[in-house]
């Protein structure tokens, strides 16, 4: 099993639900982010779509998936990434899960 976790702009969201459906994921969590940067000296990294001391607002999307479909989604997702800015495109984790109470 795996967890597969799909971070983006909000807008981002109903892209990530159709890619979801597509792939048989007909259940997922969705989490509503407001990152922000509390070092003023510090450079956010270059992939996060917000300059110094300024909020942005993020759609995490997760879902627990057998191995096989964690994969086609990933795949799906390295062939047609999810963006709403091309400079930006969504982030997507994978990660293992020993056990599932």
């Known amino acids: 099993m795996k967890l597969l976790a799909i971070i983006g702009d909000e807008e981002?969201?109903?892209?990530?639900?159709?890619?979801?459906?597509?792939?048989?994921?007909?259940?997922f969590s969705n989490v509503?982010?407001?990152?922000?940067?509390?070092d003023g000296a510090?450079?956010?990294?270059?992939?996060?779509?917000?300059?110094q001391n300024m909020s942005?607002?993020?759609?995490?999307?997760?879902a627990i998936l057998e191995d096989g479909q964690a994969e086609a989604v990933m795949e799906e997702l390295r062939k047609?990434?999810?963006a709403t800015d091309p400079a930006f495109p969504s982030r997507a984790f994978v990660m293992n899960v020993d056990q599932m109470l």
């Open 12 to 27: 981002t969201r109903p892209k990530v639900r159709k890619l979801f459906m597509s792939h048989g994921v007909h259940m």
């Open 56 to 62: 942005t607002y993020s759609s995490l999307c997760f």
């Open 42 to 51: 510090a450079r956010p990294p270059a992939w996060w779509p917000g300059e």
């Open 32 to 38: 509503a982010i407001r990152g922000c940067s509390c």
């Open 80 to 82: 047609s990434p999810i």
